[in-house]
């Protein structure tokens, strides 16, 4: 990950546009100090002015661990850059396509009364041909597109009446931007930034300033771009892998107000009326995370009994011990307990947001786990619920019924290692669970949540190559395959949390990745997907099989699997291995522990 004090330093000066230029001259000259960031290429190409935009992206990619590389498209030259080829030499995973097809001109004088076609048919014309460059950019690329929509006018001459017109301008433009939605709601490669909703959340008085437009062809003012930037990094988090999986909540003064150790059950502050509705909407976000996928996990200085008491008791309390996948209410450190927390959700302790109302608490967590992310939550309890949803770490590419189902998986993991905890010999923890796993090819209802696994998934995966719908589908048209894995148990259904996707090569087979959720490991179910799978292609050609793995900073565990699966050590460098096996003396023998079915 990249270093604190550059994140430090990306949150203080990617306030102002001045700092956000200042912090990039100071990476250009020294890039090492991105050192530990995944590097994530992108272009930005626009039919007006954005010069220092770049710049803020760059800085606020820092925030995310993300070391951005921008290529920057000439100046109003958006159609000859999909065109051209510089674009594509940059080699972007995602590019912004901001064209405003109205244009402040337009938005003004554009009216009812010019002897010209309507508003409508005009702009109509203009997202047409929007619609034909996007999609000639998707022939040429399988980087993520995210294009912004159009601006509503501020203003039109034709004031109040516009919107009785059979074409107004504002009518037209919402319009088009609805009909740039519904184009491409279900393709997974286009993605819509809804610039228009967001200059209307800032302000469009100040952020649509003619004064701007007629300087230089800025259709925002240049203020806003450290802003405009913090919402385009969104869109480049879930792709890299960069997205958080756990909320680590304190308690007193954050969930309610008042202290459950002095003030009692009924003397806290919760409820849907008075002091306890900042609280109580609070916590009806947090579950509203906790519902698309976002594991919660309490971190709280008290007695234990009391807290129980409140999940358990409290009317009013929203969260309830069955949406908490981890509980550590003790007088131990904070950052004791949220390294715990990692350790026993088998998750890397960066996927971990910390909130907590007591700003030490927060600097003592920034300055001993500075890998986990803490929410700065203002003094007002107002203002708690919003700050929560403007952080964009949470962000994800798409909604899966595991993600539905996760808090709920976690919970049952809870109740897994509390039926276990004792047994010691892994056959009988086998025994007890009665795993069943079910291995199925890759079809297009399962490659959403196959997608998620490779972008989502960093110690059990053997590459950590992150992929869209399209790399997967170029990937197994060789001739090649991919499988999924499903487990349930005694306790309840782990879900889809495997996947390998296996190239056919001229003379042998390739296995490209290999992943598997943290959540199934160590009772040697890897082993019996991977064994399984060998066997398919055994079935398929008995060639050799050829597989890699690839060492980053997480998954270090998996470095010796494909030994321990009968591979042999073929080729080493320093972060690439490579191993083969030959199925023509390749034998695959089923666990007798647990049940297996194959689709």
């Known amino acids: 990950m990249i270093n604190a004090q550059l994140k430090e330093l990306a949150r203080t000066k990617g306030k102002i546009l001045g700092g956000c230029h200042e912090l990039a001259q100071q990476l250009s000259k020294d890039p090492s100090l991105q050192e530990g960031g995944v590097k994530v290429p992108i272009a930005v190409i626009s039919n007006f002015t954005v010069q220092g935009l ?94 912004a929509n159009n601006i509503q006018p501020a203003y039109t001459l034709m004031g109040n009446t516009d919107q009785k017109l ?92 008042g202290i459950i150790g002095e003030d009692g059950l009924e003397g806290i502050a919760l409820g849907p009326t008075g002091n306890g509705l900042p609280y109580y909407l609070f916590q009806k976000t947090i579950l509203g995370l906790h519902k698309r996928g976002i594991l919660l996990a309490i971190n709280s200085k008290n007695n234990e009994n009391d807290v129980l008491e409140v999940l358990r008791k409290h009317p009013h309390m929203l969260i309830r011990e069955e949406h908490i996948a981890a509980m550590k209410i003790n007088w131990q450190h904070k950052a004791d307990n949220i390294k715990e927390i990692a350790q026993e959700l088998n998750i890397g302790i960066d996927s971990l947001v910390f909130v907590d109302d007591d700003p030490s608490q927060r600097a003592f967590m920034r300055g001993f786990v500075p890998e986990v992310e803490v929410l700065e939550l203002p003094k007002d309890s107002t203002l708690y619920r919003e700050t929560l949803l403007q952080y964009k770490g949470f962000e994800i590419e798409g909604f899966t019924e595991e993600d539905r189902k996760r808090g709920a998986l976690y919970y049952a993991d809870r109740q897994r290692s509390n039926a276990v905890k004792d047994v010691k010999n892994l056959d009988d923890i086998l025994r007890t669970l009665k795993i069943k796993l079910k291995i199925a090819p890759l079809n297009q209802l399962t490659m959403p949540r196959a997608v998620q696994l490779t972008q989502k998934t960093n110690q059990f995966n053997l590459t950590t190559r992150r992929y869209n719908k399209e790399d997967i589908d170029a990937l197994v048209v060789s001739g090649g ?56 292609l055994q079935s398929m050609a008995p060639m050799n099989v050829v597989a890699e793995y690839i060492s980053t900073a997480k998954n270090a565990q998996t470095e010796n699997f494909y030994t321990s699966t009968g591979f042999s050590k073929m080729e080493n460098t320093d972060a690439r291995h490579l191993f083969i096996i030959d199925l023509q003396k390749y034998t695959f023998t089923p666990s007798t522990l647990m049940e297996l079915y194959y689709e």
């Open 481 to 536: 395959g991919a499988w999924t894995l499903d487990i349930s148990d005694v306790y309840g259904d782990y879900g889809m949390t495997g996947l390998i996707i296996v190239e056919k090569k001229l003379e042998h087979w390739y296995i490209d990745t290999l992943l598997m959720s943290c959540r199934i490991l160590g009772k040697m179910i890897e082993h019996q997907f991977v064994g399984h799978v060998l066997g398919v």
């Open 54 to 147: 770049a710049e803020c992206i760059k800085t606020h990619g820092l925030l995310f661990d993300l070391c951005v590389d921008v290529y920057e498209g000439a100046y109003g030259q958006w159609q000859q850059e999909i065109l051209g080829e510089s674009l594509y030499a940059h080699a972007p995973k995602v590019i912004f396509l901001m064209v405003d097809c109205l244009g402040p001109e337009q938005a003004i004088h554009y009216t009812h009364f010019d002897q010209q076609p309507s508003a409508g048919v005009w702009i109509e014309d203009q997202m047409n041909n929007l619609y034909g460059m996007i999609e000639l950019l998707k022939q040429k690329t399988k980087a993520k597109i995210v294009v």
């Open 166 to 257: 059979a074409a107004g301008i504002r009518e037209s433009v919402a319009r088009a931007n609805l009909s740039l939605l519904e184009r491409f709601r279900a393709d997974q490669q286009v993605w819509i930034f809804d610039l228009d909703n967001w200059l209307g959340h800032i302000g469009k008085r100040g952020a649509l300033y003619d004064k701007y437009y007629y300087l230089g062809d800025l259709h925002i003012s240049p203020s806003l771009f450290p802003d405009l930037a913090g919402e385009l990094v969104s869109f480049l988090i879930p792709s890299a892998g960069k997205g958080k999986k756990c909320l680590v909540l304190d308690l007193d003064n954050t969930l309610w107000g």
